[in-house]
């Protein structure tokens, strides 16, 4: 197959200009003429979503402090900007080479090495695209969304290319994981694992273990990786989240550490370290990593208002700390001026002030906070109120508030009855009180469907989980492994400081419980 570069769109990211124009040049001696670039991760996304490129050849290190070029492919892929037909090259210092080995979802079609020589780049581009030319069917139904489709194609053209093995394994991994079919996942992992050596392989094994609650198996398979010394954030965040899950939540911090070291400008690990540091109450690691997810998030798809009101609560337990107070009410009002219109996010951001000037002990700046967001919980629409009466009753208890609050809530009750995910809610805290704990599971998970976000049901889903793995033991692998996602999927950073006490119980009491997984699972 002959390449034409004549019509191919190119995207360049360096930020060196020497080396920049010498890519440029290189590219233009092979007919490409359709040549932008960009200096930093930032411009190039504002150039992706804009346009569509064929090839995007993007230097790994941009600069110490600035995001790298991994970071804009899974900030690219998490945007749905990159087609899996196109190709994506990382330029990579050979000695630099072995932080992509163990990466699994974002690893780059191929790398290249800087001095540039034209007839191995050539070589090398052309040897990708071939392979590219073959799985255009499997692509072209990745990006519709068709994954299963896409899965089964695979195999076809294994069979029709088995040179091609290891390559469209590697897809329907991926595509194994990004729809839940973690068993499957797991048996084409493990066959793979047998026949090479394949960090990404071994890692994608690990994360589909997780995922099905084999913690052990999971730590086993990912601690490989690392003993081998290959540096892989993947495995360090993975080791994280599996020590975490069995209630190691120190290790897990080490582990998440781990990962933030080698991915620094991850505005996602940063959050997950904050996270978790907030949880074991190490306050400054927390306000270290909030503060770094803020910056690297700005201006992605990453930014989310949790990682601020995170940081507010973890600002708050430096007590007596005027300028902490202040940082307080900034970031708070950065979140909604960055959130403008959603109603929601500056009620939110007004409990989140309330409970934080509460724990810092500023009682007058709270009852003001507290006071502005019992205005904004009364301008919702009633079936909104419905979703932030738990919260309203929370930061409301003990204050002045509490008597109306209670009233209000005594209003809602038709409206709430009418709501089907209020309505299994209240089924189920009806059925957990007399003690029909599979009844009660059932129904909080019915509302959890429909309200995945609300911390009430989910904290409330993962304590009737807990009482009933603890009666059940046929069905307790199960259920706790539904509990375990569920308080992963809570943002811990977000939670009011009651919310946080009462998820650090369930944490550990689900961790603590004997996981006898039975043979036929």
């Known amino acids: 197959m002959e390449i034409n570069y004549s019509g191919k769109n190119v995207l360049i990211v360096d930020s060196k200009l020497p080396e920049l124009d010498a890519l440029r040049q290189m590219l233009g001696k092979m007919g490409i003429e359709r040549i932008q670039a960009a200096s930093s991760v930032n411009m190039a996304l504002s150039l992706m979503r804009i346009e569509q490129y064929d090839l995007c050849f993007v230097n790994y290190d941009l600069g110490r402090t600035e995001k790298n070029g991994l970071q804009l492919l899974h900030e690219a892929n998490a945007e749905g900007l990159l087609s899996h037909r196109n190709l994506f090259v990382l330029v990579v210092d050979q000695e630099r080479s072995h932080l992509l080995f163990g990466s699994l979802e974002n690893s780059p079609d191929t790398y290249i090495s800087k001095p540039y020589d034209i007839a191995s780049v050539r070589a090398r581009l052309e040897k990708v695209m071939r392979v590219k030319h073959v799985t255009d069917p499997v692509s072209k139904l990745w990006d519709e969304g068709e994954l299963s489709a896409a899965i089964e194609r695979c195999d076809e053209l294994v069979n029709m290319f088995p040179g091609l093995h290891i390559y469209l394994s590697r897809l329907k991994g991926i595509m194994l994981l990004q729809t839940g079919r973690y068993a499957e996942a797991v048996d084409l992992f493990e066959v793979l694992v047998d026949r090479r050596d394949l960090p990404w392989a071994e890692v994608g094994l690990g994360s589909a273990k997780f995922h099905l609650g084999y913690y052990d198996d999971a730590l086993k398979m990912l601690n490989?990786?690392?003993?081998?010394?290959?540096?892989?954030?993947?495995?360090?965040?993975?080791?994280?989240?599996?020590?975490?899950?069995?209630?190691?939540?120190?290790?897990?911090?080490?582990?998440?550490?781990?990962?933030?070291?080698?991915?620094?400008?991850?505005?996602?690990?940063?959050r997950e370290l904050a996270d978790l540091a907030a949880q074991a109450e190490e306050w400054q690691l927390a306000i270290d990593a909030y503060r770094s997810a803020i910056r690297y998030a700005r201006y992605s798809v990453f930014q989310e208002p949790s990682v601020y009101l995170g940081l507010a609560r973890a600002l708050a337990h430096k007590s007596g700390e005027s300028e902490a107070q202040e940082e307080i009410i900034r970031l708070l009002e950065d979140v909604v001026l960055e959130h403008e219109g959603y109603e929601q996010i500056g009620l939110h951001a007004k409990l989140c002030a309330a409970d934080a000037f509460a724990v810092s002990q500023n009682q007058e700046l709270g009852a003001q906070r507290l006071h502005d967001a019992w205005q904004m919980f009364l301008a919702l629409e009633q079936k909104n109120q419905c979703y932030w009466l738990d919260d309203m009753v929370d930061a409301a208890a003990e204050s002045p508030l509490a008597g109306d609050v209670a009233s209000q809530k005594k209003q809602l009750g038709p409206v709430m009855v009418a709501l089907n995910w209020s309505k299994a809610s209240l089924k189920a805290a009806l059925s957990f009180r007399k003690g029909e704990h599979e009844q009660a599971f059932a129904l909080f998970c019915q509302a959890y469907k429909e309200v995945p976000g609300h911390v009430g049901v989910s904290l409330n889903l993962v304590q009737s989980g807990i009482e009933l793995a603890r009666r059940k033991e046929e069905v307790a692998a199960e259920t706790l492994l539904q509990c375990d996602e569920v308080l992963s999927n809570l943002r811990f950073g977000e939670l009011s400081s009651r919310q946080q006490a009462r998820y650090r119980v369930l944490a550990q009491r689900c961790a603590e419980i004997d996981r006898h997984v039975p043979d036929w699972v």
């Open 224 to 270: 490989r990786v690392v003993d081998n010394e290959h540096l892989c954030v993947e495995a360090f965040s993975w080791l994280g989240r599996a020590y975490w899950a069995k209630g190691a939540l120190n290790q897990a911090i080490a582990l998440m550490r781990k990962a933030v070291m080698l991915q620094p400008t991850s505005p996602q690990l940063q």
